[in-house]
């Protein structure tokens, strides 16, 4: 398709299991971004790639968060042994470009996680 | 916080009604972005203004931006029901290389 696709767009699994969510971002775009979005919250900046480099990982909450870009696509976020306050909608964005120029971003429609 | 801020948090008009949110933010800025959100989905871009810009329309959406203000505002003329959404400001500020969201106003327009 020709728009951010993110997957599973769901995923409930218990606490203290790892999880991995993936992002293929719009082809040709060399940014790609990570938010975190709380129900009824605004998002949340995560971690920015910039081709498969990541200049800006400020975001990730602690160091059970982790995340790789490779071949300047695909994107994985990764969430070990999850908690519940991990409740909530990833959502993976791209743009064209990225740094100091601030391109809109194209958003996926996130992918819904809940820890029971 | 540097996060821009949007008001109302919520707003509910009739259809054919104008809708006006605003944002305010605290630090200089290279651009400031417009977003809407349908529930459940991500977020689509809606108008990018420059920070040398006051002014810029698309469609039925208006935005200015007031620098010495540090505030924008999104007007959405003649309004529809599938205008209903959460809508979110988003500042570049000078020297930052990603986006800072506020937290959204939820626009609610019945039939």
């Known amino acids: 398709g020709a728009g951010v696709s993110q997957s599973p767009s769901n995923k409930v699994t218990e606490k203290g299991k790892d999880v991995e969510l993936r992002c293929d971002p719009i082809?040709?775009?060399?940014?790609l971004y990570w938010y975190r979005q709380r129900l009824g919250q605004g998002l949340e900046f995560l971690i920015y790639f910039q081709g498969n480099s990541a200049p800006d990982k400020s975001g990730l909450p602690s160091d059970r968060f982790s995340a790789e870009r490779t071949g300047e696509s695909v994107s994985t976020l990764t969430i070990q042994r999850t908690q519940q306050e991990d409740s909530a909608v990833y959502l993976c964005?791209?743009?064209?470009?990225?740094?100091?120029?601030?391109?809109?971003?194209?958003f996926g429609d996130g992918t819904r996680l809940s820890i029971l | 916080s540097q996060q821009g801020e949007e008001d109302p948090q919520a707003l509910s008009i009739q259809e054919g009604e104008n809708a006006t949110m605003n944002c305010s933010y605290k630090?200089?800025?290279?651009?400031l972005q417009w977003y809407r959100q349908n529930s459940g989905r991500g977020l689509v871009h809606l108008i990018l203004?420059?920070?040398?810009?006051r002014e810029k329309h698309s469609g039925r959406l208006r935005v200015t931006l007031d620098t010495s203000k540090k505030s924008s505002s999104l007007l959405i003329t003649a309004s529809r029901a599938a205008d209903t959404a959460s809508y979110f400001c988003a500042t570049a500020f000078s020297g930052y290389s990603t986006l800072t969201f506020g937290k959204g106003t939820m626009l609610l327009v019945s039939p």
């Open positions: 082809s040709g775009h060399t940014a």
């Open positions: 630090t200089s800025i290279n651009n």
């Open positions: 203004i420059r920070s040398n810009e």
């Open positions: 964005a791209s743009s064209l470009t990225g740094g100091f120029s601030n391109q809109p971003q194209h």
